[in-house]
């Protein structure tokens, strides 16, 4: 059996920071695709970019009414993909929405969506994880801030930095309806966080983050040295970010809705393997084991 290293520590007794082992960028400079080369050194350098329009009005009206159908289907509200606001009992996510609904996955198999993704990642890739996110007005509950390769590679496998997001909104972004917020440039330092994964952690972290939360200090000094950006638009527009930047979300408590959707493209080549510091894998539905490329 092939050995592994472990390049970035994770859920041990202690805190620790790890400079980034990986690029940013793993495509070849000049590789044909959507984002131009000022896009991709962007994104080198601060770990996001945000395009302002990746989608038409005329598809967001499309894909904000297949949303309105899967959060009102009593047997999607029912299954174990979606997650349920404990307060408000109503959806917060969605998860592997790409095989819920077909328009969902036509979205996914899109050159604006995917062509980013392989000229990011420097290969074909799959989807690791899909969702949409409900943060409906009057009191939707924020993301903590956190490193969504923190939890993918200590509880999911993912052996390197090799994977991006990309966030559509489908409802327009103000800077008061609980909007995402990053780090500009914490993609080049790995928080690995204190504390042991429980088993069955996801149940738990999906409607609040605990296994997994860096600690205030460690949050102080990242927003100290690297700053707080955060994100609006309108509908339709997107944001890409690399999947060690730390960032998070607000609560929602104006009364316009928050709703976006949301696709982790994952290399071929950087497939998952066994959880680095979790005792048991996360259900496919939230970290994907099929690694066919998307086509």
């Keep these: 059996m092939t050995t592994i290293t472990d390049l970035y520590p994770s859920r041990g007794a202690s805190e620790v920071t790890v400079p980034r082992q990986d690029p940013v ?30 989608i038409t ?28 606001e404990p307060k408000s009992k109503e959806i917060r996510s969605v998860f592997e929405v790409h095989r819920i609904s077909e328009l969902f996955a036509r979205l996914v198999r899109d050159e604006r969506v995917v062509g980013r993704a392989r000229q990011i990642l420097g290969s074909d890739v799959y989807v690791h994880q899909s969702r949409i996110n409900v943060k409906p ?10 490193s969504d390769f923190e939890t993918w590679h200590a509880e999911d496998g993912l052996p390197n930095m090799r994977t ?3 966030s559509i909104a489908l409802t327009e972004n103000y800077d008061t309806n609980g909007g995402l917020m990053i780090m500009p440039g914490s993609h080049r330092t790995f928080l690995g966080c204190a504390g042991a ?16 939360t860096p600690s205030d200090e460690a949050l102080t000094a990242m927003a ?3 700053g707080i950006k955060l994100f609006t638009g309108k509908a339709g527009s997107a944001t890409w970010f690399d999947c060690n930047c730390m960032h998070g979300s607000g609560d929602n408590i104006t009364p316009f809705p928050r709703s976006n959707v949301f ?4 290399s071929v080549e950087n497939a998952a393997v066994e959880p680095f510091a979790a005792p048991v894998r996360r259900p496919t539905f939230i970290g994907a084991r099929d690694f066919t490329p998307v086509p």
């Design 25 to 54: 960028v793993w495509g070849a400079p000049g590789t044909p695709g959507p984002a131009s080369l000022t896009d991709l050194q962007a994104y080198e350098r601060d770990g996001f970019l945000a395009v302002e329009e990746l």
């Design 197 to 212: 994964t429980p088993k069955d952690n996801y149940k738990k972290s999906l409607q609040m983050q605990d296994a997994g």
């Design 164 to 166: 991006v997001s990309v």
């Design 137 to 146: 007005g009057f009191g939707a509950s924020g993301f903590y801030w956190h």
């Design 57 to 84: 009005p005329d598809e967001v009206a499309v894909y904000r009414q297949e949303l309105d159908r899967i959060i009102t289907d009593p047997a999607i509200r029912a299954d174990e993909r979606s997650i349920i």
């Design 224 to 226: 100290t040295e690297y």
């Design 263 to 266: 696709i982790v493209f994952n």
